[in-house]
């Protein structure tokens, strides 16, 4: 699994509430990070009724969290840095 901030390799087994990546120090459990995250649903998430969480790519305490799948990862930072050129 890869940081889904700089893309660097992790040696983490399962990101937990607090986990951060150990090459950037960007939080891992976040909503943009995760496979539920949908930008116009209610919260920005598939998952109905969940809270609401302000900054999507701090550190959050959701339990539906699941890490988004990598090669998902990397097309929406693709799509998201080809907006700037």
Same mark, same amino acid.
């Given at each position: 699994? #890869?940081?889904? /901030?700089?893309? /660097? !390799?992790?040696?983490?087994?399962?990101?937990?509430?607090?986990?951060? *990546?150990? &090459?950037?120090? &960007? +939080?891992? &459990?976040?909503?943009?990070? *995760?496979?539920?995250?949908?930008?116009? =649903?209610?919260?920005? *998430?598939?998952? !109905?009724?969940? +809270?609401?969480?302000?900054?999507? $790519?701090?550190?959050?305490? *959701? $339990?539906?969290?699941? !890490?988004? !799948?990598? #090669?998902?990862?990397? $097309?929406?930072? =693709?799509?998201?840095?080809?907006?700037?050129?």
């Amino acid at each position: 699994m #890869n940081c889904w /901030k700089c893309a /660097k !390799p992790l040696d983490i087994a399962k990101i937990g509430f607090r986990a951060v *990546c150990n &090459h950037c120090d &960007h +939080d891992l &459990h976040v909503c943009v990070n *995760c496979t539920y995250y949908a930008p116009g =649903k209610p919260n920005d *998430c598939m998952v !109905p009724g969940t +809270d609401s969480v302000r900054d999507k $790519e701090r550190a959050n305490l *959701c $339990e539906d969290f699941k !890490p988004r !799948p990598q #090669n998902l990862q990397m $097309e929406v930072k =693709k799509k998201f840095s080809d907006l700037f050129k």
